[in-house]
Structure formats: structure tokens, C-alpha cells
């Protein structure tokens, strides 16, 4: 949507007619889209629909525009209740458009009962458990809170959650339960074998993890990073192979929605699993099985996704060819993506999904690892659940994780990993309490390290001119990392050339990984706020300090992130390069990628979809850690300056963050402000109402 909105006086004189027609209300959603409060498509559905339907009454054309608009705001439904109780809340449009509102919803049907008339009188709509399917382009599911879907969004979700329901039905036939229990108490001897403590933390969750995966066709782990949700997978694909009875054949594939995503979970994966290795003591061949796992790969590149299309190589007449499937960074698959995922595993497949469910959700419709985990937090564990745990892993489940009845069969197969191992410091503190909304304790803890100076792991500056963020960036902020380094690795080019080919490859290398050191997150890509601005901002200054020479939209030392996939060059969305001079022709520049241990690179020539990279929004930060990360808030942020985002963006630090805000508030406002995507996924997977 656009960021400055207009609405002129006409438009207030159109929403203030006596009776809104229908004929309004198709000009009044074209002037909704002309000031920017929908898109042109959102009112372009409206002017289909009523081509479809000439009786369509104003009610579901305005329903239409605004469901439209929502999916292109993540959310994959339309709660119509929450529509007529408090229209704000839904469209989210600025203040200075709530009087148009108003007037524009004072013509329009004050009770969901003649909402609800509206659409179950037109055939575009098709109302479930009423009509039968005729590829009406809207779908109304019924009940209390009724749930308005485009019909390509609700089959996503029924998919999913039929899927889903499948993959859960516990099935223990299959597990040995002797020696189950002898090897993960092999592969967990450094935990206690058994606790009755209530304390969470006390727990062996990760043990717990592996235990229940095994019951089922699906796993979720979930925690904060540095939780051990790659150390578990590991060692539950050690359990898998050691008990197997076929696993010489098992088939395992990695999978990321991200290219380094990827790459990190398969370097995590394969340490992890090798690190077994004294546990094993030789009974298990760890290093044939990492080699028979091959790479990690990206889910588009896994389902061979078809550019411009919504078709997938992989489907359910053409399944992956896999036994186990471990995807890493799950909280980034939007709901189309998983729906491709899930029809194009085998039945008989196990998957292993991994993620943070408090990161923020992808931009596409869904959130589907945060809807998953609505119990992982509680654990609702049944008490055959209970009972299982304590015969294949020897622990006491605590008796404030257990439900009596009713709870989600997914419930069963989610554990929430709650002890992080590389995470505790002040980092780690500040991340927590923005998780639980505490904004006061966030601030607290930001002024108290504030005060150490600039050195200190956490900085934040709230007000103030941009012109220092880009300076911090460049100069650094007291002895924490910043492109300085870069800078000076760059500088080497002109002081010493490299003079043989590994030499320009160590040089390369040393560039590419000294840039990695730290990054500018931003909340928005527009305004000096943005990522454009402050692109714009760190390229003068280190152009004034001759650290690049900008002449054209390529030089030596330009950053640059992918933005689409291309298999065919090997460059994946969210990949990061840097344009260098080539050993054979240096005056020829060429984009180097780091890949695995070693470099990868592609002409500029080729690289049509690149944005440069000094500043980076922290939706394509996910999946990425830098030692020092910087969250900008921009004041034009509105509701993207949310807590997913801020907790995104702090938990991309390893070593130190600072916090830099356009005006004082945005911080606390963004803490208080957790995002809630309208979905009726967990509705389909209780109801089992898959119609
Ligand atoms: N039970 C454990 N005992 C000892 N070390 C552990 C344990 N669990 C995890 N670790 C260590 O903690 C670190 C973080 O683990 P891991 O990378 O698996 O976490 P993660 O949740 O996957 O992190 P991320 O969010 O970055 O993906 C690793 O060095 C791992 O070896």
C-alpha cells in the first residue's frame, strides 16, 4: 500500500449519499483505492464479483475489497464479526481516514445477521455445509464467528489442516520401546534421566522431542534461538537410523525456506550429528549418513517451484522422493508454501518442522508454525502422552504441562524447547522480555547497558538525526562491529593485490565474511528510515571516505541481496554477494557468494534481481545471525512496527545490538503491539471440519 494517503473531499462527499447503491459502493472502493487505503486489485475483486452476481449487494462487495486487502496483509481470512464490532481494528487504515470510515459504515448493515444475508444470497459465495462446490470465488464458513475466505486461501487451509490431522494420529505400533529407551538415554546421558521438578527448565525437552516424534508423520520443535532445535534434530535422526528397521535405505533430505538458512541448518546438522560420534562408539556410520543426506536445499528448489506459476514440480501425483524431511526456520512458510509441502510428502514421510513461533510470519497469507504451536507454550499433554514419555525416555512429564481431554492431537507431536544454550546474556534478557510485552523492563534494560557506553552488548538511541545511524554503521560504535571492517578488508584490493588465485579467493572471502560482521535492520524499505534511505546514507559516507567509488549502479565492495530465485545461476531470494573484481580480469567485476566453505559467482551482467544491501529489512534478515545487528525504527512504520519484528530483529544478534528509533515511543508502541493474522487453521484442525 502506499505510505502517504490522500483522501480528497470528494471522497468524503461520495461515502455521505443517502443510500448507498451498489454503483457507490464500486466507485467509493475505487476511491478507497485511489487514496492507497486498498490496493487496486482489492477493489478490482469488488467490480468482478459484481460482474458475476448483478444482485451483489454493497455489504459483499465492501466484504470482498476488504478481504482481499487483509490477504495482502498476511492474513488468509476474514473475521466478519470483528468486521462489523470494530471495523478499525480490521482494515487498519491511518486516522485521518476514520471519518470516511464512518460515514462509509453508517450506510452500511449494522448487524452481522444482515452481513452475513448479503453474502449467503449471492453464488459467489459458496456457504460450507450448505453448497455444493462450484467454484464459487468466496467461501463462508459458518458459526459463531463466521470467517469469510477467497476460495484459493481456504483450500490452502483445509489442505493443510487435513494434512496435518492425518500426519498426528498416534501410531506407537511401529516403536520399540526397549530400544527406543536405550538410545536416548544414550544419546541424552548428559541430562538426568528422570525429574519430577515443575520447573520447565529442568525438563530434558529435547529428549521429550525426540520421543514424541516417533508416534507420528509429524514433529514441531519450537523455541528461542540457541534452544537446541538442530542439536535435537540430529539426534533424532541418530535415533531414527538407529532403529530403523530399513535404514540403510532411509532417504533424509534438509530444507529451508532460505538459501542460507539452508546452508546454516546443514552445517549445524552435520556438526551435530558427528559430534555423536564417541556416543555411537562405531555402531552407527554418522559420516555415511551425513553423505547420503547431501545438501540442504531451498523449499522452492525441494518442490521445484515454477517461476510465475503456482505449479510445483513435486505434488501428490509426483511425491519427493524422501523418508525423512527436516525444514529448518518453519515460523518463514507461509500457507500456500506448506500447503505445497505437505501434498507433495509421502503419507508415509516423516516431517520435522524447527522454528521460532514468536519470529515474525512470512509476508504471504499464513502463520502457519505460530498457529501449529498455539499449545506448545502449555504443552497440553494427554495423559497417553504422559504415560508414553515415561516409558520411552525414562521423564516425569510436570503436571502443569498435562491436559485432562480435549486437546489438539498436533499437541501431542509439539514440544517447545525452553532452556537457551548461547543465549543468556543481556541479549538474550531484552529478547525475552519484548516476547512477553514487558516494554518497561526492555526500556530498562536498554538504559542501564546504554549507560556503560558505546561499547556496551546493548545501545539503543531513541531520537535523533539518521545521519548517525549511518555514521555508527561506517565508524562503529565503540568496539563492537560495523562496517569498518569491511572497509578495511576492501582497502587491501588497493594496498597489496592479491597475486595468485587462492590468495584473491582468501581476499574474497575475508570481504564477504568481515561484511557478515554486522548489518542495519529496518522496519520499512521507504524514507531515510528505510532501507533505501539508509543504503543511500552508508554509500555516501564511504564513498567521502573513499572506501567505494559509486559511478554507475555496480562497483567494487556493492553488497547486494537476491531477490528472486534463479536455479539455473544458482542464486536463491535472501542470498547475499558482493560485487568484486575477478582474478582473471580484474577489471571486470563479478558477484562472489560464500557457499559451504568455498565461493560461488555469477556476473553482474546476470544479476537482474539484486537490491543493495548495507541495510536490509528484517523480514529478509530471518534465518541470518550478524555479531553486532542494528533494528532501525522508522515513525513511518505503522503497523509493521510490531513485537514480532522487534524480537526478530534483537534475536539476529549474537554478540551486540543497538537500537536506533526516528522519535522516542516507537520501541514501547511496537512491544505493546503483537500481531494477530486472522486465520481459521486451528478451527479446521479441531472441528475436523474439512468439508
Ligand atoms: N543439550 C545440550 N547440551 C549441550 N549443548 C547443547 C545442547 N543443546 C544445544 N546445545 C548447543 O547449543 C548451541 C545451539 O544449539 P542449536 O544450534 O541446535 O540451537 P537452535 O535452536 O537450532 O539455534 P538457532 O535458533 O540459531 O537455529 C549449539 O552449540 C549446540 O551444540
Given at each position: 500500500?502506499?505510505?502517504?494517503?490522500?483522501?480528497?473531499?470528494?471522497?468524503?462527499?461520495?461515502?455521505?449519499?443517502?443510500?448507498?447503491?451498489?454503483?457507490?459502493?464500486?466507485?467509493?472502493?475505487?476511491?478507497?483505492?485511489?487514496?492507497?487505503?486498498?490496493?487496486?486489485?482489492?477493489?478490482?475483486?469488488?467490480?468482478?464479483?459484481?460482474?458475476?452476481?448483478?444482485?451483489?449487494?454493497?455489504?459483499?462487495?465492501?466484504?470482498?475489497?476488504?478481504?482481499?486487502?487483509?490477504?495482502?496483509?498476511?492474513?488468509?481470512?476474514?473475521?466478519?464479526?470483528?468486521?462489523?464490532?470494530?471495523?478499525?481494528?480490521?482494515?487498519?487504515?491511518?486516522?485521518?481516514?476514520?471519518?470516511?470510515?464512518?460515514?462509509?459504515?453508517?450506510?452500511?448493515?449494522?448487524?452481522?445477521?444482515?452481513?452475513?444475508?448479503a453474502l449467503q444470497r449471492s453464488p459467489v459465495v459458496r456457504v460450507l455445509g450448505r453448497d455444493a462446490?462450484?467454484?464459487?470465488?468466496?467461501?463462508?464458513?459458518?458459526?459463531?464467528?463466521?470467517?469469510?475466505?477467497?476460495?484459493?486461501?481456504?483450500?490452502?487451509?483445509?489442505?493443510?489442516?487435513?494434512?496435518?490431522?492425518?500426519?498426528?494420529?498416534?501410531?506407537?505400533?511401529?516403536?520399540?520401546?526397549?530400544?527406543?529407551?536405550?538410545?536416548?538415554?544414550?544419546?541424552?546421558?548428559?541430562?538426568?534421566?528422570?525429574?519430577?521438578?515443575?520447573?520447565?527448565?529442568?525438563?530434558?525437552?529435547?529428549?521429550?522431542?525426540?520421543?514424541?516424534?516417533?508416534?507420528?508423520?509429524?514433529?514441531?520443535?519450537?523455541?528461542?534461538?540457541?534452544?537446541?532445535?538442530?542439536?535435537?534434530?540430529?539426534?533424532?535422526?541418530?535415533?531414527?537410523?538407529?532403529?530403523?528397521?530399513?535404514?540403510?535405505?532411509?532417504?533424509?533430505?534438509?530444507?529451508?525456506?532460505?538459501?542460507?538458512?539452508?546452508?546454516?541448518?546443514?552445517?549445524?546438522?552435520?556438526?551435530?550429528?558427528?559430534?555423536?560420534?564417541?556416543?555411537?562408539?562405531?555402531?552407527?556410520?554418522?559420516?555415511?549418513?551425513?553423505?547420503?543426506?547431501?545438501?540442504?536445499?531451498?523449499?522452492?528448489?525441494?518442490?521445484?517451484?515454477?517461476?510465475?506459476?503456482?505449479?510445483?514440480?513435486?505434488?501428490?501425483?509426483?511425491?519427493?522422493?524422501?523418508?525423512?524431511?527436516?525444514?529448518?526456520?518453519?515460523?518463514?512458510?507461509?500457507?500456500?508454501?506448506?500447503?505445497?509441502?505437505?501434498?507433495?510428502?509421502?503419507?508415509?514421510?516423516?516431517?520435522?518442522?524447527?522454528?521460532?513461533?514468536?519470529?515474525?510470519?512470512?509476508?504471504?497469507?499464513?502463520?502457519?508454525?505460530?498457529?501449529?504451536?498455539?499449545?506448545?507454550?502449555?504443552?497440553?499433554?494427554?495423559?497417553?502422552?504422559?504415560?508414553?514419555?515415561?516409558?520411552?525416555?525414562?521423564?516425569?512429564?510436570?503436571?502443569?504441562?498435562?491436559?485432562?481431554?480435549?486437546?489438539?492431537?498436533?499437541?501431542?507431536?509439539?514440544?517447545?524447547?525452553?532452556?537457551?544454550?548461547?543465549?543468556?546474556?543481556?541479549?538474550?534478557?531484552?529478547?525475552?522480555?519484548?516476547?512477553?510485552?514487558?516494554?518497561?523492563?526492555?526500556?530498562?534494560?536498554?538504559?542501564?547497558?546504554?549507560?556503560?557506553?558505546?561499547?556496551?552488548?546493548?545501545?539503543?538511541?531513541?531520537?535523533?538525526?539518521?545521519?548517525?545511524?549511518?555514521?555508527?554503521?561506517?565508524?562503529?560504535?565503540?568496539?563492537?562491529?560495523?562496517?569498518?571492517?569491511?572497509?578495511?578488508?576492501?582497502?587491501?584490493?588497493?594496498?597489496?593485490?592479491?597475486?595468485?588465485?587462492?590468495?584473491?579467493?582468501?581476499?574474497?572471502?575475508?570481504?564477504?565474511?568481515?561484511?557478515?560482521?554486522?548489518?542495519?535492520?529496518?522496519?520499512?524499505?521507504?524514507?531515510?528510515?528505510?532501507?533505501?534511505?539508509?543504503?543511500?546514507?552508508?554509500?555516501?559516507?564511504?564513498?567521502?571516505?573513499?572506501?567505494?567509488?559509486?559511478?554507475?549502479?555496480?562497483?567494487?565492495?556493492?553488497?547486494?541481496?537476491?531477490?528472486?530465485?534463479?536455479?539455473?545461476?544458482?542464486?536463491?531470494?535472501?542470498?547475499?554477494?558482493?560485487?568484486?573484481?575477478?582474478?582473471?580480469?580484474?577489471?571486470?567485476?563479478?558477484?562472489?557468494?560464500?557457499?559451504?566453505?568455498?565461493?560461488?559467482?555469477?556476473?553482474?551482467?546476470?544479476?537482474?534481481?539484486?537490491?543493495?544491501?548495507?541495510?536490509?529489512?528484517?523480514?529478509?534478515?530471518?534465518?541470518?545471525?550478524?555479531?553486532?545487528?542494528?533494528?532501525?525504527?522508522?515513525?513511518?512504520?505503522?503497523?509493521?512496527?510490531?513485537?514480532?519484528?522487534?524480537?526478530?530483529?534483537?534475536?539476529?544478534?549474537?554478540?551486540?545490538?543497538?537500537?536506533?528509533?526516528?522519535?522516542?515511543?516507537?520501541?514501547?508502541?511496537?512491544?505493546?503491539?503483537?500481531?494477530?493474522?486472522?486465520?481459521?487453521?486451528?478451527?479446521?484442525?479441531?472441528?475436523?471440519?474439512?468439508?
Amino acid at each position: 500500500m502506499k505510505s502517504k494517503r490522500h483522501l480528497d473531499v470528494h471522497t468524503q462527499d461520495l461515502f455521505a449519499a443517502p443510500e448507498l447503491s451498489v454503483q457507490y459502493m464500486l466507485t467509493a472502493l475505487q476511491r478507497l483505492s485511489d487514496a492507497g487505503l486498498l490496493r487496486r486489485i482489492d477493489s478490482a475483486l469488488a467490480q468482478f464479483l459484481w460482474s458475476q452476481d448483478a444482485a451483489a449487494q454493497p455489504a459483499l462487495l465492501m466484504a470482498a475489497a476488504v478481504l482481499a486487502q487483509m490477504e495482502g496483509r498476511g492474513h488468509s481470512c476474514l473475521p466478519l464479526a470483528e468486521l462489523v464490532r470494530s471495523p478499525n481494528n480490521v482494515l487498519a487504515w491511518p486516522k485521518e481516514a476514520l471519518a470516511a470510515q464512518e460515514v462509509l459504515w453508517a450506510q452500511l448493515p449494522a448487524s452481522l445477521t444482515d452481513w452475513l444475508a448479503a453474502l449467503q444470497r449471492s453464488p459467489v459465495v459458496r456457504v460450507l455445509g450448505r453448497d455444493a462446490d462450484h467454484g464459487q470465488p468466496l467461501v463462508l464458513l459458518g458459526g459463531e464467528a463466521p470467517l469469510l475466505y477467497l476460495r484459493r486461501y481456504w483450500d490452502y487451509e483445509r489442505s493443510v489442516a487435513a494434512h496435518i490431522a492425518s500426519r498426528t494420529a498416534v501410531d506407537e505400533a511401529g516403536v520399540d520401546e526397549a530400544k527406543v529407551r536405550l538410545w536416548l538415554d544414550r544419546l541424552f546421558a548428559a541430562s538426568a534421566s528422570s525429574t519430577s521438578s515443575a520447573e520447565a527448565v529442568d525438563l530434558d525437552w529435547q529428549k521429550l522431542a525426540c520421543a514424541l516424534a516417533l508416534r507420528g508423520q509429524l514433529s514441531v520443535i519450537t523455541g528461542g534461538p540457541g534452544t537446541g532445535k538442530t542439536y535435537t534434530a540430529a539426534r533424532l535422526l541418530a535415533l531414527l537410523f538407529a532403529t530403523a528397521p530399513d535404514a540403510q535405505q532411509l532417504r533424509v533430505a534438509l530444507a529451508a525456506p532460505t538459501g542460507k538458512a539452508a546452508a546454516r541448518l546443514k552445517q549445524s546438522i552435520d556438526t551435530a550429528l558427528l559430534d555423536l560420534n564417541p556416543v555411537v562408539q562405531g555402531e552407527l556410520d554418522l559420516q555415511a549418513l551425513v553423505q547420503r543426506m547431501g545438501g540442504a536445499r531451498t523449499l522452492h528448489s525441494l518442490l521445484g517451484a515454477r517461476p510465475d506459476t503456482r505449479h510445483w514440480g513435486h505434488h501428490a501425483g509426483k511425491p519427493l522422493d524422501v523418508d525423512v524431511l527436516i525444514v529448518d526456520e518453519a515460523s518463514m512458510i507461509h500457507l500456500e508454501m506448506m500447503s505445497a509441502l505437505l501434498q507433495a510428502l509421502p503419507p508415509t514421510a516423516r516431517l520435522i518442522l524447527l522454528g521460532d513461533k514468536d519470529q515474525l510470519a512470512s509476508v504471504e497469507a499464513g502463520a502457519v508454525l505460530g498457529d501449529l504451536c498455539r499449545d506448545a507454550q502449555a504443552g497440553c499433554y494427554l495423559p497417553d502422552t504422559v504415560a508414553y514419555a515415561r516409558r520411552v525416555t525414562g521423564l516425569e512429564i510436570p503436571a502443569g504441562f498435562v491436559a485432562a481431554q480435549a486437546a489438539l492431537p498436533l499437541a501431542q507431536h509439539t514440544v517447545m524447547l525452553r532452556k537457551s544454550r548461547r543465549f543468556g546474556g543481556p541479549i538474550g534478557q531484552l529478547a525475552q522480555a519484548v516476547n512477553q510485552g514487558e516494554a518497561r523492563q526492555a526500556l530498562a534494560l536498554l538504559e542501564e547497558h546504554s549507560r556503560l557506553g558505546r561499547s556496551a552488548v546493548l545501545w539503543a538511541r531513541q531520537g535523533g538525526e539518521v545521519a548517525e545511524v549511518s555514521s555508527a554503521a561506517v565508524q562503529g560504535r565503540g568496539s563492537q562491529a560495523s562496517y569498518a571492517a569491511y572497509a578495511q578488508s576492501l582497502g587491501l584490493w588497493r594496498e597489496s593485490r592479491p597475486q595468485t588465485e587462492p590468495a584473491h579467493q582468501a581476499w574474497v572471502m575475508e570481504v564477504l565474511q568481515s561484511f557478515d560482521r554486522f548489518r542495519l535492520l529496518c522496519a520499512v524499505r521507504e524514507g531515510d528510515w528505510g532501507v533505501a534511505g539508509l543504503n543511500r546514507a552508508v554509500e555516501a559516507q564511504l564513498q567521502a571516505q573513499g572506501v567505494i567509488r559509486k559511478e554507475g549502479e555496480w562497483y567494487m565492495g556493492r553488497p547486494v541481496m537476491v531477490s528472486r530465485n534463479d536455479a539455473a545461476l544458482g542464486v536463491f531470494n535472501g542470498d547475499i554477494g558482493m560485487a568484486l573484481p575477478s582474478f582473471a580480469d580484474p577489471a571486470r567485476l563479478r558477484v562472489y557468494f560464500l557457499q559451504g566453505d568455498g565461493l560461488h559467482h555469477v556476473s553482474t551482467a546476470r544479476l537482474a534481481h539484486v537490491e543493495t544491501a548495507f541495510a536490509m529489512t528484517v523480514h529478509k534478515s530471518q534465518g541470518s545471525e550478524f555479531e553486532h545487528t542494528a533494528l532501525v525504527l522508522s515513525a513511518q512504520g505503522g503497523s509493521v512496527l510490531n513485537r514480532e519484528l522487534v524480537y526478530t530483529g534483537i534475536t539476529r544478534a549474537r554478540e551486540a545490538f543497538t537500537l536506533w528509533a526516528e522519535v522516542p515511543g516507537l520501541l514501547a508502541s511496537a512491544i505493546a503491539s503483537p500481531t494477530q493474522r486472522s486465520s481459521g487453521l486451528l478451527r479446521f484442525l479441531e472441528q475436523k471440519a474439512l468439508d
